[in-house]
Protein backbone atom coordinates (compact mmCIF):
# COMPACT_ATOMS: atom_id res chain seq x y z
CA UNK A 1 0.00 0.00 0.00
CA UNK A 2 1.11 3.41 -1.03
CA UNK A 3 1.79 6.06 1.84
CA UNK A 4 -1.41 8.06 2.86
CA UNK A 5 -2.04 10.66 4.82
CA UNK A 6 -4.79 10.44 6.90
CA UNK A 7 -7.82 10.16 7.06
CA UNK A 8 -7.70 6.82 5.52
CA UNK A 9 -10.89 6.32 3.78
CA UNK A 10 -12.46 2.43 4.51
CA UNK A 11 -15.04 1.23 2.91
CA UNK A 12 -17.60 -1.82 4.65
CA UNK A 13 -19.65 -4.67 3.12
CA UNK A 14 -21.74 -6.93 5.43
CA UNK A 15 -25.05 -8.18 4.58
CA UNK A 16 -25.71 -8.22 8.80
CA UNK A 17 -26.92 -4.75 9.78
CA UNK A 18 -25.76 -5.25 13.20
CA UNK A 19 -22.22 -6.59 11.70
CA UNK A 20 -21.86 -3.58 9.41
CA UNK A 21 -22.83 -1.18 12.22
CA UNK A 22 -20.43 -2.88 14.56
CA UNK A 23 -17.51 -2.83 12.02
CA UNK A 24 -18.74 0.62 11.27
CA UNK A 25 -18.13 2.04 14.72
CA UNK A 26 -15.07 -0.11 15.25
CA UNK A 27 -13.14 1.66 12.58
CA UNK A 28 -14.20 5.11 13.33
CA UNK A 29 -13.55 4.87 16.99
CA UNK A 30 -9.54 5.57 15.28
CA UNK A 31 -9.26 9.55 14.09
CA UNK A 32 -6.95 8.76 11.89
CA UNK A 33 -9.77 6.88 9.87
CA UNK A 34 -13.09 7.51 8.00
CA UNK A 35 -15.39 4.96 6.37
CA UNK A 36 -16.85 6.12 3.16
CA UNK A 37 -19.11 3.71 1.70
CA UNK A 38 -21.34 1.36 3.91
CA UNK A 39 -22.98 -1.29 1.99
CA UNK A 40 -25.38 -4.02 3.01
CA UNK A 41 -24.87 -6.51 -0.36
CA UNK A 42 -21.64 -6.53 -3.30
CA UNK A 43 -23.45 -4.26 -6.33
CA UNK A 44 -24.52 -1.68 -3.34
CA UNK A 45 -20.94 -1.56 -2.42
CA UNK A 46 -19.73 -1.21 -6.15
CA UNK A 47 -22.36 1.35 -6.99
CA UNK A 48 -20.71 3.16 -4.00
CA UNK A 49 -17.40 2.87 -4.96
CA UNK A 50 -18.15 4.31 -8.06
CA UNK A 51 -19.99 6.84 -6.65
CA UNK A 52 -17.57 8.24 -3.69
CA UNK A 53 -14.37 6.94 -5.51
CA UNK A 54 -11.61 4.51 -4.44
CA UNK A 55 -10.85 4.10 -0.40
CA UNK A 56 -7.20 3.34 0.48
CA UNK A 57 -9.28 -0.18 2.22
CA UNK A 58 -12.17 -2.58 1.43
CA UNK A 59 -13.18 -4.77 4.45
CA UNK A 60 -16.46 -7.56 3.00
CA UNK A 61 -17.95 -9.81 4.66
CA UNK A 62 -17.50 -13.01 2.41
CA UNK A 63 -20.67 -15.06 3.96
CA UNK A 64 -23.72 -13.68 2.07
CA UNK A 65 -26.27 -15.39 -0.64
CA UNK A 66 -24.12 -15.91 -3.76
CA UNK A 67 -26.87 -15.26 -5.39
CA UNK A 68 -26.43 -11.72 -5.09
CA UNK A 69 -23.02 -11.65 -6.78
CA UNK A 70 -20.48 -14.22 -6.68
CA UNK A 71 -17.78 -13.51 -4.40
CA UNK A 72 -14.77 -13.37 -7.02
CA UNK A 73 -17.45 -11.38 -9.11
CA UNK A 74 -17.19 -8.80 -6.67
CA UNK A 75 -13.62 -8.99 -5.87
CA UNK A 76 -13.00 -8.62 -9.34
CA UNK A 77 -15.06 -5.35 -9.73
CA UNK A 78 -13.41 -4.05 -6.94
CA UNK A 79 -9.96 -4.34 -8.35
CA UNK A 80 -11.56 -3.14 -11.51
CA UNK A 81 -12.68 -0.03 -10.13
CA UNK A 82 -10.17 0.52 -7.29
CA UNK A 83 -7.19 -0.87 -8.40
CA UNK A 84 -4.64 0.13 -5.80
CA UNK A 85 -6.95 -0.60 -2.65
CA UNK A 86 -6.46 -3.47 -0.19
CA UNK A 87 -9.25 -5.52 0.00
CA UNK A 88 -9.99 -7.44 3.58
CA UNK A 89 -12.38 -10.56 3.26
CA UNK A 90 -13.96 -11.61 6.78
CA UNK A 91 -15.46 -14.62 7.52
CA UNK A 92 -17.14 -16.43 10.81
CA UNK A 93 -16.84 -19.44 9.66
CA UNK A 94 -13.47 -21.52 8.92
CA UNK A 95 -14.45 -23.60 5.92
CA UNK A 96 -11.96 -23.49 3.27
CA UNK A 97 -14.15 -22.95 0.53
CA UNK A 98 -15.04 -19.95 2.29
Known amino acids: MEKYRPPLKVALM ?3 FYSLKWN ?3 VMRDPRTT ?3 EADRPRALIDQIKAEGPPDVV ?3 VEYAATRLPVAEMLAS ?3 HAPETVIV ?3 QYG ?3 T
Do not use: M, Q, Y
Open 14 to 16: DDD
Open 78 to 80: ICE
Open 89 to 91: CNS
Open 59 to 61: VVD
Open 95 to 97: ERD
Open 35 to 37: VIV
Open 24 to 26: TAL
